[in-house]
């Protein structure tokens, strides 16, 4: 006999109550209708070109969730708190030059935890609903986090796109599971950024392009994540940053004084995290992924955080790197790296990476690495 909406208002009472024991900080319902709204705001996303391409292409699928699971009736939203603060990190001085990476990259993949923690909801759930049918996604899935996460209320979606947990602040993991249970939907929360535009008056690149809009190919975090060459534009504004970038969280209010230390699992090695940038440039892949293996950061492969730790080091014009800098311009097989390393040393601004250019650009057969060795050498040209 079904369950009567009494019995699922105290299961949900019941699971809320369990979350300490779940591992859980946050947990919202969403009703499963369609996220129609959103459907419109995606697709002139789209046609704007803002997409970073690392979304899941069907914008129906991605907005239905009935194209996903066979007659949904709840979505649960989870929240997982992590910390925003590194105790005593290690400084970063001439002659010792240090990257960053950003807090959703430090401690174990967030997405394994995640995972791990809707397993755990789901066997709870099991135990208690034996007929129980469900769906678990992380941010690779279908459907938009943030949109389940603010329509269960357990957050408002701020101006820098980021969910806010009036709590939490927007330090959060989403996940979501779809079920066919009816629970109890809760209310969204009422937006809260109110004037304030922090995040947008920071953004390294000007990618908030307005209140909640995002131009996901100028994002410093989506350009770290590339693989490709960068233009000299981004690369001066990506600074010593080697995976993502927290501008527009750090300086959100409602993020003061705010550091999660409850998941072990999340809590950073400080020399992964914030490591010396000059022995990045020769790690071998044995070392990347003994070493960032096990953190969201090593998804992309080491290219794209090795090509960053050059870009830091000529952001740094740190010159007791150049010997390293050349060294990367005359052995890497890789263009972007040799065009990146050029880049460089032209930034640091040294005429002693003047002949070793030279004599690069003459042996360069990539175009665009061609073209950066180039520019570099006229740069350093005008140098006195």
Request: contains cysteine; charged residues 25%.
């Amino acid at each position: 006999m079904e369950a009567t909406k009494r019995d699922y208002a105290a299961l949900k009472n019941e699971l809320l109550a369990a979350l300490p024991e779940l591992g859980i900080d946050r947990l919202g319902v969403a009703s499963s209708e369609p996220f129609t709204a959103l459907k419109d705001v995606l697709l002139r996303h789209r046609e704007l070109g803002r997409e970073s391409g690392f979304e899941h292409p069907d914008l129906d699928e991605r907005t239905d969730p009935s194209l996903l699971f066979d007659q949904p009736r709840s979505i649960l939203s989870i929240a997982i708190a992590y910390p925003s603060k590194l105790p005593d990190p290690p400084k970063s001085e001439p002659g010792a030059r240090r990257g960053i990476l950003s807090r959703s990259a430090w401690g174990t993949d967030y997405h394994q935890v995640l995972r791990n923690r809707m397993g755990r909801l789901e066997a709870w759930l099991r135990e208690r609903v034996p007929e129980l049918r469900a769906e678990s996604m992380v941010d690779t899935g279908a459907l938009v986090d943030r949109a389940v996460a603010e329509r269960a209320g357990i957050g408002w979606s701020g101006k820098n796109c980021a969910i806010i947990s009036p709590e939490l602040g927007s330090w959060i993991y989403l996940g979501e599971i779809i079920t066919n249970l009816p629970l109890p939907p809760d209310t969204p929360i009422t937006d809260q950024c109110g004037e304030c535009t922090r995040c947008i008056d920071a953004c390294p690149t000007g990618a908030l392009v307005g209140p909640g809009q995002l131009d996901a190919k100028r994002c410093v975090s989506f350009v770290t994540q590339t693989k490709g060459f960068v233009s000299d534009e981004l690369m001066r504004k990506i600074g010593n940053r080697l995976y993502g970038c927290d501008t527009c969280q750090i300086v959100c209010p409602v993020n003061r004084g705010k550091n999660w230390t409850q998941h072990e699992e999340l809590q950073p090695e400080v020399e992964h995290v914030k490591p010396l940038l000059v022995p990045l440039l020769t790690i071998g892949n044995k070392a990347f992924r003994e070493r960032y293996g096990n953190s969201a950061s090593a998804w992309r492969g080491r290219k794209p955080i090795q090509r960053n730790a050059v870009i830091a080091l000529g952001n740094f014009k740190e010159r007791s790197a150049i010997p390293d800098l050349i060294a990367v311009l005359e052995q890497d097989p890789r263009p972007e790296l040799r065009g990146t390393a050029a880049w460089s040393l032209a930034r640091i601004g040294d005429r002693a990476a003047l002949e070793p250019l030279r004599r690069a650009g003459e042996r360069e057969t990539d175009e665009t690495a061609s073209t950066m060795i180039d520019e570099a050498v006229a740069q350093l040209e005008l140098v006195t």
